[in-house]
């Protein structure tokens, strides 16, 4: 399917040329597709394959959470077993919706440590060279001001009139207080802001919630809506993208299904926004890939590319969890009289716990004290028993989860296909706990998460330890609870990875065009050469924000 000269043997039309299609509408595509259209007066179409719309309840903070183990509006991607997990494959969700991740996930608005962004420039500087294009934090800095407007916040780290909505949240749980009060007890500092001069530290995390009217600001809601109705903007859902037509070596234009029908649509460039499982998968299903995986499948290789589909990364997280003595979290509060109660003091005063999204704090550390300047765990707070739906043993009650997340790990996995079927799910092999450092760092998180119940003042509110038990102690023990929990932080990365020339497995140069190529580029969370040390999103929509200029440019 695809090629210009067997168009009317398939059935498939073309229509009229555009400017720029962009593949997929997440967080990235929704900030290029507003720049285009409104500073380039670019016709642009834009291509998602999930729904218009969420569920009305996802506007709400607390209401994602309906949805979090459904795949309603997530792809629910399972992953190949890992012999490290003893067996174990966890599922993998990505956001499938006008607005993708932005318009599903918990909202968290984290921007990662400094030295994040300093990495990547030094990823994409090729040795004795010049970068090519300015990816440090202090490049950065400026795209996360200018798209924000901070409730309360102001100065040099933070912005005040964009049009991303940040802010605390409108309700936090007595455990959420007293994790932050423990955390300072045990020496963790209190830090009023993560997105600021440093990072290590407890407290409050800051959320993209309209303060106003305490609904949930995604990417389409910020960047996407004021120009809906242009009409150089087309906004086509239910439709998943089959191929990249590559024409004299550079892409001419995609092929794509909308309800049963076979479409074909040129563009002066393409733009992949499609995350990252789907973007390699799109790459090597169109012939930009590594050969063998292509021969394998039988695909016309059009362009060897070694990196397609590697370097992927993820933040993965292991709990200890706790029953409580009293009712201090979010447990039973989604049904009966509580639910009820709840939503009307949201609807006539805007606070209570439908506020909340049930994740209110953490603390950056390194669980070593070594380098807190660059701490190496994200410890989530979660004010109710909260597990993966594959792992067994401890039913939802009162309670608290501390989930120890490692940022920065050092294993690699790899997405491939799993045949040239363009509706088949890619082949994701995540490499979890590969490196012996992952599983290390993860132990030492555990034993700290650990150590912050058994400290006052948590200690006086904890009834017992009910998973993995009191009794599990030994580094073996610890290990294999682990290694039997270990989750998803909802964070892939990597695939797709800007570098330098000399670099064999980048497939962006530095201004996000794919090596070989002409007129195809990456914007999402694929160009990534290093995971962000916090949660992806603000990350995604910053990029996307300089990704913009370097189009325009």
């Not at 998460?449 to 993995?468: K, W």
Request: glycine share 10%; net charge negative.
């Amino acid at each position: 399917m695809g090629s210009p000269e067997d168009l009317e043997e398939t059935g498939m039309s073309r229509s009229k040329r555009y400017d720029y299609i962009i593949v997929g509408a997440g967080s990235a595509a929704c900030v290029v597709a507003a720049r285009l259209v409104r500073d380039g007066r670019a016709r642009v179409l834009l291509l998602e394959r999930g729904p218009a719309r969420a569920n009305p309840i996802m506007h709400y903070p607390a209401g994602y959470m309906k949805f979090l183990a459904k795949d309603t509006y997530l792809a629910m991607h399972k992953t190949e077993a890992q012999p490290q997990l003893d067996g174990r494959g966890p599922i993998v969700p990505q956001g499938k919706v006008l607005g993708g991740g932005s318009a599903v996930n918990a909202m968290v608005y984290m921007r990662g440590n400094a030295a994040d962004y300093d990495r990547w420039n030094a990823a994409i500087t090729p040795p004795g060279g010049e970068p090519g294009a300015d990816w440090s934090y202090r490049d950065m800095l400026p795209y996360f001001t200018q798209q924000e407007d901070n409730d309360h916040l102001a100065g040099d780290y933070h912005g005040v009139g964009g049009p991303l909505k940040v802010s605390d949240l409108g309700h936090t749980s007595p455990m959420t207080r007293a994790y932050v009060k423990t955390m300072q007890e045990m020496g963790i500092p209190y830090n009023p802001d993560f997105n600021g001069a440093r990072q290590f530290g407890v407290g409050f995390m800051q959320h993209t919630i309209d303060w106003r009217t305490r609904r949930r600001c995604g990417a389409v809601d910020a960047f996407l809506a004021p120009v809906m109705d242009d009409p150089l903007l087309t906004v086509e859902t239910g439709s998943t993208v089959t191929k990249i037509r590559i024409e004299g070596g550079r892409a001419a234009g995609v092929d794509y299904v909308k309800g049963g029908a076979m479409l074909s649509e040129d563009a002066g460039e393409v733009i992949l926004a499609a995350g990252a499982f789907q973007t390699p998968k799109l790459m090597m299903l169109s012939g930009i890939g590594p050969e063998d995986e292509l021969s394998r499948h039988d695909i016309r290789t059009r362009l060897a590319l070694p990196g397609v589909g590697r370097n992927l990364q993820d933040h993965y997280e292991c709990p200890v969890v706790a029953t409580t003595r009293d009712a201090l979290g979010y447990y039973g509060q989604d049904r009966g009289w509580p639910m009820i109660r709840a939503g009307i003091q949201y609807l006539l005063f805007k606070s209570g716990p439908v506020t909340t999204t049930g994740v209110e704090t953490c603390a950056f550390l390194d669980p070593t004290g070594a380098n807190n300047d660059e701490p190496t765990i994200q410890m989530f707070c979660v004010p109710t028993v909260y597990l993966d739906r594959d792992v067994l043993g401890t039913d939802p009650g009162h309670g608290v989860t501390i989930n120890s997340l490692l940022l920065r790990p050092k294993a690699r996995g790899r997405v491939t296909l799993a045949s040239a079927d363009p509706f088949a799910d890619p082949v994701i092999d995540t490499r979890i706990f590969a490196h012996p450092d992952d599983l290390a760092t993860t132990m030492a998180g555990f034993r700290f998460a650990r150590a912050v119940l058994a400290a006052s003042p948590m200690r006086d509110l904890i009834d017992r330890e009910i998973f993995p038990g009191a009794d599990v102690t030994t580094d073996e023990a610890i290990a294999a609870h682990c290694k039997r929990t270990v989750k998803t932080g909802y964070h892939p990365v990597g695939t797709c990875k800007m570098g330098h020339d000399r670099d064999p497995d980048s497939v962006l140069t530095p201004d996000l065009r794919v090596r070989g190529i002409d007129r195809l580029r990456v914007i999402d969370a694929s160009i990534m050469p290093t995971i962000v040390s916090g949660n992806t999103n603000a990350a995604v929509l910053a990029a996307a924000g300089k990704a913009a200029d370097l189009i325009l440019s």
